[in-house]
DNA sequence: CCGTATTTGTTCGTATGTATT
DNA sequence: CAATACATACGAACAAATACG
């Protein structure tokens, strides 16, 4: 009773009309195919087919006349000058979360909009159930904060519906490969990891452990630039000297492969974690080994949150302007809906990094 | 293709059972008899049967459980159906808020709403533009953080409103004194600040310096709470020992007056601070004066943010569950908007404190 | 206006799959 | 394991509305 894909005829048949439809494929006002010639292309009975649009019919995608045929809704068409826009973000947490959604909105409150907020646990799944949602909604602009960036896009699909709709949307933190063309506000990860390596190799630092997560641009690029200053320092890159984490596995492996590290006796006098959040564990977790932060060892986080500010060391971190991230985003937002043209685009996109020295990094003696 | 009154059969019997339903017949998480029970009482194929079923179903009347039977809903069909519920806070910060949003989102998304979201800055003035794009737009419910919930409102007209057009809203946090039969999520804050000065007055703390806001009712609960565990221990209470502040003085004023009572010398050997956040601040004024917390002055916070365990002194705190206050704002609401009656909902609306004892309050040694 | 073909709507019968008890 | 109940699927027939020559 499963086709090839595992799921329901009716089921799969469904939804490959509702993305027909989503995609403008399937116009508003235009007629289907008769139920009798979905029976021959789709090789199902017509009880089968009459499910699959009995349950397209149920969502408002379709209706149908007696006699004359079936038909894509004209509601589904969207309704321009709904004051609402969209903000679809990994987490909400109280890590960046907060300062994002407050610059976002007092833009957005300053120009009529109003706020629709949702969230993907960084789940691709998640996201797709959103923007499909945001879809059927009245929504004039979307901001969206891409989950897992740095793999690739299984809802490019979606994105294309926002193209064919003329949403416009804008990305934020992060942006998928595919749609590298898309407006988009990102910060220079690069630069900031390269800036703390640089001031860690600047105190003499020879052994610097990396901790990077590895599904999103923002590891990658911190990794990035970790190597770059590696290299201009004139040492040499070790890929046993990073650890590299995801989503699934951040709350643990971190820590743990760092305390394996040390226990291992790999030689290490500083560790340049992905975010405060990772440096506020890892610091914990060296103190309870005894290992004094900064004396010992020196750690860098990134992001400049308020726990680089409020933990038992004041971390050395990168400034994520994050309110100024979620107002740029909501400027250049509001730009998109207004079709201001490129040229005359008055967001920068590329936020500059800007190094926050703190305690949390000591000067090593070298001897040579 | 009609039967003897005019009608489609399986119109007829979904009519027969939805009116069932409504009458009462049929109670909310009955089981309905089986398809094929029904089948020989109706005379009719089974197909015609599913067929009046899923009518039901769709319309909310009616869910089937695979391998158990047909059931009747606990919800009755809302008539409005945006899927859009409003969510007004005081704040967008990083204290309370994200863990709040979380857990009536958690809720929400669950049951196939979306939320939109605005807040007030804690001002009156802004509530009243919120509520109104709220009635602007297609919202079927709608959770409301008080601004300044101690005054006398002003925007009654709008909550009268709001019941003119049936949207069900749920307090949280705090409730203005007009309209305190609404449905609401407490805390009970009086019970938290008695917990934490019963603690310190245990602790041995004759002179405890009181910290409160006068515009909010967590304000005038805690204080209270604070006066009634002076009176148990038998102190008496002193106007001289209490700082009052308001919104917009929060940020300089509690602090300040801090100061200016060890500057004249009064007496103290404890502070119970409104919450963490102006705890911190007093923890880091009393260093700077070289006041050691909890050596020389013991110092309370309320909200177990993570300023309480983050900080510099670990906070002995009263336990804000916040997600939880959210997703029992968000389960509320949802009865509100399914009209479940008071005597059957199964959301509790007094959250009871619960105190967290850190180190930054320590035993004085009374002599006498 | 009529007749025919097309298209959706209703109904029945039958068989098999799968979850629950 | 068997019985029960819902889920999916196919086939067939006829009704009712519509389109079109």
């Not at 048949?13 to 494929?25: C, F, P, R, T």
């Not at 000058?81 to 973000?89: A, D, P």
């Not at 640089?198 to 690029?221: N, T, W």
Request: hydrophobic fraction near 35%; include cysteine; charged fraction near 30%.
């Amino acid at each position: 009773m499963v086709n090839e894909k595992g799921k329901m005829k009716y089921f799969s048949i469904m939804e490959e009309l509702k993305a027909k439809i989503v995609k403008g494929d399937i116009k508003p006002g235009e007629k289907l195919p008769s139920e009798n010639e979905l029976v021959t292309r789709y090789q199902v009975s017509r009880h089968t087919i009459r499910k699959a649009l009995s349950i397209l019919q149920n969502e408002g995608y379709l209706y149908s006349e007696h006699g004359k045929g079936t038909f894509c809704s004209e509601r589904m068409r969207h309704q321009k000058n709904s004051k609402n826009i969209g903000v679809i973000t990994t987490y909400i947490s109280d890590y960046i979360f907060p300062r994002l959604i407050q610059g976002i909105d007092s833009v957005m409150t300053e120009n009529g909009y109003s706020i629709m907020l949702k969230n993907t646990g960084n789940s691709r799944d998640k996201e797709a159930r959103d923007l499909e949602e945001f879809l059927s909604k009245d929504i004039d602009g979307l901001i969206i904060e891409p989950s897992k960036s740095q793999l690739a896009c299984k809802n490019i699909h979606l994105y294309e519906a926002l193209d064919q709709y003329q949403i416009p949307y804008v990305f934020i933190q992060g942006i998928y490969t595919e749609l590298k063309d898309r407006p988009c506000i990102l910060l220079d990860d690069c630069q900031g990891e390269y800036l703390l390596t640089k001031y860690l190799l600047e105190l003499g630092h020879k052994h610097i452990l990396g901790v990077f997560k590895a599904d999103d641009r923002q590891g990658i690029q911190r990794h990035k630039g970790y190597v770059k200053a590696l290299q201009e320092g004139g040492l040499a890159y070790d890929p046993e000297m990073v650890i590299w984490f995801h989503t699934e596995d951040r709350r643990t492996k971190p820590v743990l492969e760092v305390e394996e590290k040390i226990r291992q006796g790999v030689p290490l006098d500083a560790i340049a974690c992905y975010n405060d959040q990772i440096a506020a564990e890892v610091i914990k977790k060296l103190q309870s080994l005894n290992i004094r932060v900064p004396e010992d060892v020196s750690v860098t986080g990134y992001d400049n949150s308020y726990m680089a500010e409020n933990s038992i060391v004041n971390m050395t971190t990168i400034a994520h302007p994050q309110e100024q991230l979620g107002a740029m985003a909501a400027e250049l937002l509001l730009e998109q809906i207004r079709h201001v043209p490129r040229e005359e685009s008055r967001v920068e996109r590329l936020i500059q990094p800007e190094l926050i020295v703190r305690e949390s990094c000591m000067r090593r003696n070298v001897r040579i």
